[in-house]
């Protein structure tokens, strides 16, 4: 059995390896390791092989006793490797990595060949020191779950590998005391060539970190004229307003909204709060539950705002999860939605349009979100002018059965 210990010096980590004896194995057979220093390693296999066989245990001699443990090629190849193998330069070995074009195709073949026998990977830190780039962009968003962000680090992905970027990701949450500042720093000290930020509520450290860092950032899913930097987003407030309105004008008069409690969801919560005020209608009922919204928040929600008003005759929902929990509350009620009740969601998530009623919702074109923040990125990095550093994406409401 080869144990492996660590050992810390000068606040370097060191790899001990000790040597690999038969006793260990022989040992854990006895079920108990021998906690006397004084006794060797020689006496311990001894005793074991005594209590397990049930006879005296052979002399351990030469013959017998383990081996050193054979010895590991721990060294990584380096380009060096590379070039001797493919028979050619170094410099023509940085050529194929960087700028193949350049090379002829048989050269470029015999160096491939030579990095996938080796396993050479180039070493980004050292070439990021050199260049002063990392070609790497991170993106920090509050979950990793759903379809919704995942279309916008799809494009953003795609987008950034068709310029020679990759794409590193943060999960941050929802919570107004998130992971945010934590990860702002540790990433500006890896110093990526831009970084895209979900929302524009950010603490004020967190802000002059962005600004001092002198990275291209670009924040999206919200909108300020202000940004710190870029923006690719869209107004949450007037959707929440736009939603109330299209309840009203579907002659829905008694509203309820199912909601997180992330700050965005309160910035559509409080537009649609203003809107039916100003046209006149019932103060909605309002239920509010931890974000990320799901299936069974949409059907404890329903269950709360009909308790607080068993007339309501519309529910605005703050994702499509949780509007098809909302309709399956429904249906187990037995009421028949949209007649009794509309439901709307947000996000135009892929079933929506399979359910049954069908899911009227907000649609937010993350795709286009993504590949225009890349591009912003892009064009900064390449020193092209950013004609445009604000905007404004919007949304639609698309109307389906279940209102």
């Known amino acids: 059995m080869l144990t492996l210990s660590f050992k810390a010096e000068n606040g370097c980590v060191f790899l001990v ?20 220093p004084d006794i060797s390693e020689e006496r311990v296999a001894t005793n074991s092989i005594r209590k397990v066989r049930g006879r005296p245990a052979p002399k351990i001699d030469d013959r017998t006793r383990a081996a050193p443990a054979q010895s590991v090629d721990w060294s990584v190849p380096t380009i060096h490797d590379v070039a001797s193998r493919a028979n050619v330069s170094l410099i023509t070995v940085s050529r194929a990595l960087k700028t193949p074009s350049l090379l002829a195709p048989d050269t470029l073949r015999r160096v491939e060949a030579a990095v996938a026998e080796t396993g050479y990977i ?16 991170t993106a920090l968003v509050p979950t990793l779950m759903g379809q919704l962000f995942a279309e916008m680090i799809g494009a953003l992905t795609e987008t950034l590998a068709a310029n020679g970027y990759q794409l590193m990701l943060g999960q941050v949450g929802y919570a107004a005391e998130s992971r945010e500042d934590d990860l702002v720093r540790a990433i500006i000290g890896r110093r990526p ?59 829905r008069r008694r509203l309820a909204v199912v909601s997180g409690d992330d700050r965005r969801a309160a910035n559509r919560l409080n537009g649609f709060l203003k809107t039916a005020a100003r046209l006149g209608l019932r ?18 929600g329903l269950s709360a705002v009909l308790a607080a008003d068993p007339a309501i005759d ?90």
């Open 17 to 36: 390896f000790p040597t690999m004896v038969q006793s260990g194995r022989l040992q854990e057979a006895e079920g108990r390791l021998p906690t006397n």
């Open 122 to 137: 180039p070493n980004l830190i050292a070439g990021g020191l050199r260049s002063a780039r990392t070609r790497l962009v």
């Open 193 to 251: 060539d831009g970084i895209v930020i979900t929302g524009v509520m950010h603490t004020k450290a967190v802000r002059q970190l962005l600004t001092n860092s002198r990275i291209p950032v670009v924040e999206t899913w919200d909108y300020t004229a202000k940004p710190v930097d870029m923006l690719v987003g869209l107004s949450h407030e007037k959707l929440g307003a736009e939603v109330c309105k299209f309840l009203a004008s579907r002659g």
């Open 283 to 300: 103060a909605p009922v309002v239920h509010l539950v931890p974000a990320p919204t799901t299936h069974a928040s949409g059907r404890a």
């Open 314 to 403: 519309a529910v605005f929902c703050s994702s499509d999860m949780q509007a098809m929990g909302v309709l399956t509350e429904a249906r187990a009620r037995g009421l028949d939605v949209p007649k009794s009740l509309a439901v709307i969601g947000l996000g135009d998530i892929d079933f929506s349009a399979t359910l049954e009623p069908s899911l009227s919702t907000v649609r937010i074109d993350g795709a286009q979100m993504g590949s225009t923040a890349a591009r912003l990125i892009v064009d900064r990095l390449a020193g092209r002018e950013i004609q445009q550093k604000v905007v404004d994406l919007g949304f639609s409401i698309v109307e389906r059965q279940s209102t």
